[in-house]
């Protein structure tokens, strides 16, 4: 696999990240568009501004098409509460986000900061294709 295949997966299925943090959160919607909006504020990944509307988080989950930000922030929030995702594609697409979320100069040193959940023979490998694809560069 190579940098513009992954590439296109992860462009293609990152909805998929909204739609699981939508499910796992037990809140108000307007509540959960604050808690991602709020958590990428923090990391940086946009800069201070309102929180988007619970209405938009569930249409960019329906729409396909959500901003790199709100992947990245849902991608954190899904690992900080070791989430269960569900299939394959979901695990590919929470790895790359853990990844660029977090700066690692080898995938040795990535796949020893894989939280638990996602340190399996599966994960260590997706890494490995990550850094060797350079796709995160």
Not at 11 to 25: D, G, M, P, V
Not at 82 to 101: G, P, T
Request: hydrophobic share 40%; aromatic share 14%.
């Amino acid at each position: 696999m190579d940098k513009k295949d992954i590439q296109s997966i992860v462009l293609a299925n990152r909805y998929r990240l909204i739609s699981e943090f939508n499910f796992s959160c037990k809140d108000t919607a307007a509540n959960c568009a604050y808690k991602l909006t709020q958590n990428a504020i923090s990391k940086k990944y946009i800069e201070p501004r309102d929180s988007v509307r619970g209405e938009t988080l569930r249409k960019w989950a329906k729409d396909k098409n959500p901003p790199q930000w709100a992947c990245r922030s849902a991608a954190d929030l899904l690992v900080s509460i070791n989430y269960d995702f569900r299939n394959k594609e979901d695990i590919f697409l929470a790895v790359y986000f853990f990844l660029l979320n977090n700066e690692f100069d080898s995938a040795e040193m990535a796949i020893g900061k894989l939280p638990s959940f996602l340190n399996d023979e599966y994960c260590q490998g997706l890494v490995d294709t990550f850094f060797n694809a350079g796709v995160l560069q």
